[in-house]
C-alpha cells in the first residue's frame, strides 16, 4: 500500500519538516558565480544542509593538495536529519575528506532551535547560503504532524508566519553579516504572510540582488522561489531598498528590472500600484460595498425580485441561480448596481482578475452570497453615490485598463500568486482594499463638465498611460515617481 511505501513516509516526512532539497545545478549557476573570488575569506556554512548541495561543490574548485585544509577550516554543515548528515559524511568522503574531520564538521542539529555559537569564533567570519524550511504557520496549526513546529512561533518570535522566517530572525540576532537565502516568492510578494517580517528584518539587512523563479525548480513543490543576496548594514535603517532582480519565467522567458522597495508599503515588491492609488485618490471618492448577504435579504423583505447567482451553491461547473425577494428600495439598490469584481485570474486573458458587467457573464441581477463569504468568488460591488450605468460603464474600462497597465509594467508584483497552474501566466488575486483603493481615484464625482468630457474621451482612446498622467493631474496630487523597467 502507498501508506507503506518508502516514497510516500519520505514525502510525508519532507512535508512535516518543511524541507526542500536543492540541487547543485542551482548553487553552481546563480550563487556560485557571486562568491568564487572569495573562497577563502569566510567560514561558508549551511546550517540546513540537506545533502550540502549549497557548500560542499565549492570543494570542486580547491586543489585536491588543499581541500582538506580549506574543508577543515572553511566548511561547517548542519542539519536536523540524521540521514541527511550521512549523505553529506558520504558527499565529503569522495573528497577525500578523512571520516573523522567530516563528522566534526558536518553535524546534526536543530539550527531553529538556537544558533551554533561556536562558529563566531572561528578565524573566518561567517558567510551563510542556505534553503531553509519553510512552513506556513497557518498550515502548521492543522496538522498534528507539524504541531511541534509552533513553538517556534512564540515569544519574540510572536508574529512572524513561516518557518523560513524564524531562520533568518536568528542569523539577524546572531549578527551573521553576509547571507544567501532560498525561500518562497512570498518573502519580496506577499502582504500579511511577510508584512512584519520584512519590516523587521530589512532595517537590518540591505538586499544586493534577487532572482526570482516562476519555473519549478523543487520536485516536490510547485511554490514560486526566489534567491535573495544580503548583506547586513552598518546600522539599522528603515530606508528604500534599491536592487536589480532577474526574473524566470514560463517559456524561457527572463528579464530584469529594478526594484523599489518602500517601508511605506512594508517594502513589498510592486508597491509602485499602492502609491499611486494613495497619492491620487479623488477628492470626491466613492464609497465602495461588497456582497449581497443572507442578513441583507433578511432585513429587506419585500415582494420585489430580483435575479441573483448564489456563490454558495457551485454545481456542474456553474453557480447557481435564484430569486430573493425584497423590498422595493434595496431591488433598486442591487438593479442599478451593475458591476462585480473578479478577485481571481481564471488562467485566460480573457478571465484576468477585473471589474466586469454582471449581466453580461451571468444575465441576472445580482450576485449572492446565501453561506460564508469567500474572497475568490465573483462579489457584487456597490458604489456610494449610485452612478448612471454610462458611468459604471465606463468605470469598468477606466479600472480595467490602470490594473492591467500596472501588471505589464509591475509584472502584477502588486497581486497575490493564487495558484501555481500550466496556464500562460501565473494565475493572481486582486484583493478588496486594492479594488477599493483603485475605484477611489476615479474622479466621477467632479463637478466640472469639462472634466469628464475629457476623462471619456481619454478612456476610449484605451491610453493607459495618458489615463494616468490626467488622474494624478485632475486629482491634484504630487506625481508618483515610478521607476520601472520594461521586458528584455
Not at 517601508?263 to 485618490?281: A, L, Q, V
Not at 435575479?307 to 433598486?332: A, G, P, Q, R, W
Not at 469598468?396 to 500562460?424: M, V
Not at 481615484?441 to 468630457?453: D, G, H, V
Request: hydrophobic fraction near 35%.
Amino acid at each position: 500500500m502507498l501508506e507503506d511505501s518508502k516514497e510516500f513516509k519520505e514525502k510525508n516526512n519532507r512535508r512535516s519538516l518543511g524541507a526542500h532539497l536543492t540541487s547543485t545545478e542551482i548553487f553552481l549557476k546563480y550563487i556560485f558565480p557571486e562568491i568564487k573570488n572569495s573562497l577563502n575569506e569566510f567560514l561558508w556554512i549551511d546550517l540546513y544542509a540537506g545533502e550540502g548541495n549549497l557548500i560542499l561543490p565549492i570543494l570542486d574548485t580547491i586543489p585536491q593538495e588543499e581541500r582538506v585544509d580549506f574543508f577543515k577550516n572553511h566548511i561547517f554543515l548542519f542539519d536536523v536529519q540524521s540521514e541527511m548528515i550521512q549523505k553529506c559524511i558520504e558527499i565529503a568522503k569522495s573528497y577525500k575528506i578523512p571520516i573523522d574531520l567530516a563528522k566534526k564538521n558536518i553535524v546534526q542539529r536543530n539550527s531553529l532551535e538556537s544558533f551554533p555559537k561556536f562558529l563566531k569564533s572561528k578565524k573566518y567570519p561567517i558567510f551563510h547560503i542556505t534553503n531553509p524550511p519553510y512552513l506556513y504557520l497557518g498550515y502548521i496549526r492543522k496538522h498534528e504532524d507539524t504541531k511541534i513546529h509552533l513553538k517556534y512561533f512564540e515569544n519574540e518570535n510572536e508574529g512572524y508566519q513561516d518557518l523560513y522566517q524564524i531562520a533568518m530572525i536568528n542569523d539577524l540576532r546572531n549578527q551573521i553579516d553576509d547571507l544567501i537565502y532560498i525561500i518562497p516568492a512570498n518573502f519580496i510578494f506577499g502582504a500579511a504572510v511577510s508584512n512584519k517580517f520584512r519590516r523587521d528584518f530589512l532595517k537590518y539587512y540591505k538586499i544586493l540582488k534577487m532572482y526570482v523563479f516562476e519555473t519549478k525548480i523543487f520536485e516536490f513543490t510547485g511554490t514560486n522561489i526566489v534567491i535573495v543576496f544580503f548583506k547586513r548594514k552598518n546600522y539599522p535603517k528603515t530606508e528604500i531598498q534599491e536592487f536589480t532582480g532577474t526574473k524566470f519565467k514560463k517559456l524561457d522567458k527572463t528579464f530584469k528590472r529594478e526594484y523599489f522597495l518602500n517601508p511605506k508599503f512594508n517594502y513589498r515588491g510592486g508597491s509602485e500600484f499602492d502609491d499611486f492609488c494613495e497619492k491620487n485618490k479623488s477628492t470626491k471618492p466613492l464609497e465602495v460595498k461588497y456582497y449581497i448577504r443572507k442578513e441583507d435579504v433578511w432585513n429587506n423583505k419585500g415582494n420585489y425580485h430580483v435575479d441573483v447567482i448564489d456563490t454558495s451553491s457551485y454545481v456542474s461547473n456553474e453557480y447557481l441561480k435564484t430569486t430573493l425577494y425584497i423590498n422595493e428600495e434595496f431591488s433598486k439598490k442591487v438593479k442599478s448596481n451593475l458591476l462585480y469584481i473578479r478577485t481571481v485570474d481564471t488562467g485566460s486573458y480573457e478571465g484576468r482578475a477585473g471589474l466586469y458587467y454582471i449581466k453580461d457573464n451571468f444575465n441576472v441581477d445580482g450576485i449572492y452570497v446565501s453561506g460564508n463569504t469567500y474572497r475568490t468568488s465573483p462579489i457584487h460591488v456597490f458604489l456610494e453615490p449610485t452612478l448612471s450605468k454610462e458611468e459604471q460603464i465606463l468605470l469598468r474600462e477606466f479600472f480595467n485598463l490602470i490594473l492591467e497597465y500596472y501588471r505589464k509594467r509591475l509584472d502584477s508584483e502588486f497581486l497575490t500568486t493564487y495558484k501555481y497552474s500550466e496556464a500562460e501566466y501565473t494565475r493572481k488575486y486582486l484583493g478588496l482594499t486594492q479594488v477599493r483603493k483603485l475605484i477611489g481615484t476615479y474622479p466621477i464625482l467632479s463637478n466640472e463638465n469639462s472634466l469628464k468630457t475629457n476623462l471619456i474621451k481619454i478612456i476610449k482612446e484605451e491610453n493607459a498611460g495618458n489615463l494616468i498622467a490626467f488622474i494624478k493631474k485632475v486629482n491634484k496630487h504630487p506625481l508618483s515617481i515610478e521607476k520601472l523597467t520594461d521586458w528584455l
